[in-house]
């Protein structure tokens, strides 16, 4: 799977998701550019966009862009806090469609 970290996302945790192929927001050299422009040129090499920022998740209208984003919620971006959503980032992955945005814990019901 091709995978895009945001900015606010630490590179390291890149680590944790063995088996994928991820690049960051700077590797891309698209540091800098807002968020709907950066989903709209991530949906033309990208399957899956993944931040941290839960303000993204109000911010924009997903159905516009052919990619799949996750929204990790943790305490912060450091990799400590990330691993333990590793394995349910990596289960989702399968599971996602162009224009969904799940938040990672999925809260249980």
């Known amino acids: 799977m091709k995978i895009l970290f ?7 945790f890149r680590r944790d998701l063995v088996g994928h192929d991820v690049a960051t927001v700077q590797e891309s050299g698209w540091a800098g550019k807002k968020n709907g422009e950066i989903l709209a ?3 033309k090499t990208y399957q899956v966009f993944i931040t941290v920022d839960r303000n993204l998740y109000f911010q924009q209208n997903f ?19 990330l691993k333990p959503l ?3 980032v990596s289960s989702e992955f ?14 249980s019901s």
Do not use: H, M, W, Y
């Not at 945001?6 to 390291?12: H, I, K, L």
């Not at 984003?69 to 971006?77: D, G, H, K, M, P």
């Open 6 to 12: 945001d900015e606010c996302v630490d590179q390291r």
């Open 41 to 43: 040129l991530a949906a």
């Open 63 to 81: 159905s516009d862009f052919n990619i799949a984003v996750l929204v990790l919620v943790a305490s912060t971006n450091r990799p400590a806090d």
């Open 86 to 88: 590793a394995k349910e």
């Open 94 to 107: 399968p599971l996602l469609k162009p224009g969904q945005v799940p938040l990672i814990p999925k809260k």
